[in-house]
């Protein structure tokens, strides 16, 4: 089985010789499909006149899974180019950060996700951020030099993932990217590295002992750098400043509005017993219950509930889709699970008190209907 997308990966249509291998299954000779594997995703595209849904390793062999049968015989292949080209170039991206990163601070490469959106590589250790704006710099440079991607087979010396799994024990393939990587891998790459175009990193976030390092490459990496300029160009048009500006001002935007917020909080606090003493009470089951449908923080709620129970023996009180029932007098939860059946949403509680939230927002008077409903 001759591994086309291993030694020739620029040949994305041939003619191939298929062997079905299934219920609409087959393998080819040789192989320019790239099987969903070692964080890779398939390639698609068609072999005569199936398309190839999906690609995968069965007892070693390459397995193409299609949208109809074919015989054996010599069929026209055809891969997705766009998607080989993202996939190819994506992962060869990964092992040009992989290959610095453990040269240059260290770091083992411990997993590896090529996603069609998102792309990560996975280190064993905690990672700044300089760090690696410095290694998305080390990067480029390799990918400048337009160094070719080779293919060897059982050298000896190679980098190799914590979960590179060899296809054939007996052959190990290792890719070469000049002085910048050597390493086991079964994956499909793009010929030189300058293919690539660009590598951006976007992101990096803990994952359990280590770091995972969100990146991507080409098309992928110029349009989320579009998003970026045109969001930070908006928020600069807002904010009358440059981007150097943006952040000390959001902060003090921030720290602002948590002030006023707090204010807000302490305003309505204060206007809390006439609050209660405007409820609407209705009568359910022969109990007074104050309603109150209000604008106020969302944490005053339950208090405001509490006061107003106080006063009248039951209360419900709604801010947003916050709510909370307290009781004297009537069954709290069961209450709340009434308004619930109409209204949607989360919470429950015991028969003096139940909060909760609702699945969208309501009025006094939809909520005196709910209640006085008997069914
Ligand atoms: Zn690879």
């Known amino acids: 089985m001759k591994r086309l997308y291993w030694t020739s990966p620029d040949v994305l249509e041939l003619e191939v010789t298929v062997a079905t291998a299934g219920d609409c299954a087959v393998t080819t000779e040789p192989v320019l499909f790239h099987p969903d594997e070692g964080g890779q995703p398939a390639d698609l595209g068609a072999i005569g006149p199936a398309n190839v849904l999906n690609v995968e390793i069965v007892d070693g062999q390459v397995v193409h899974r299609l949208d109809q049968p074919l015989t054996d015989g010599k069929y026209f292949a055809r891969v997705d180019r766009e998607r080989r080209i993202h996939t190819a170039a994506h992962h060869t991206a990964q092992h040009i950060l992989s290959g610095i990163a453990e040269q240059r601070y260290g770091l083992k490469t411990t997993g590896v996700h090529i996603g069609l959106e998102r792309c990560t590589v996975d280190f064993d250790q905690k990672v700044e951020w300089e760090t690696m704006v410095a290694l998305e710099t080390a990067a480029l ?198 308004i619930q059946e109409s209204l949607g949403g989360k919470g429950g509680g015991s028969p003096k008190a139940a909060n909760g939230s609702l699945g969208r927002t309501t009025t006094v008077d939809e909520l005196v209907a709910i209640l006085k409903n008997s069914d």
């Open 141 to 338: 440079e390799i990918v400048m030099r337009d160094l070719p991607v080779e293919t060897a087979f059982n050298e000896a010396g190679v980098r190799v993932r914590d979960d590179f799994k060899p296809i054939e024990s007996e052959v190990v393939r290792v890719v070469k990217i000049a002085d910048c990587d050597k390493s086991a891998c079964c994956g499909a790459h793009v010929a030189s590295t300058g293919r690539i175009g660009t590598i951006r990193v976007c992101d990096v976030e803990t994952k359990k002992q280590g770091t995972r390092d969100s990146y991507l490459a080409g098309a992928k990496a110029l349009e989320y750098g579009q998003l970026e300029t045109n969001t930070l160009r908006r928020l600069r048009q807002l904010a009358s400043c440059s981007t150097a500006e943006l952040p000390s001002l959001y902060e003090k935007a921030l720290s602002q509005t948590k002030e006023q917020a707090k204010e807000v909080t302490r305003l309505w606090s204060q206007a809390l017993p006439s609050l209660v003493a405007s409820a609407q009470v209705v009568e359910i089951d022969s109990s007074p219950v104050g309603v109150q449908v209000t604008e106020m923080p969302p944490q005053l709620v339950a208090k405001l509930a509490g006061m107003t129970a106080e006063a009248h023996g039951a209360a419900v009180v709604v801010s947003g889709t916050r709510i909370a029932i307290n009781s004297q007098t009537l069954d709290a939860g069961a209450l709340l699970k009434k």
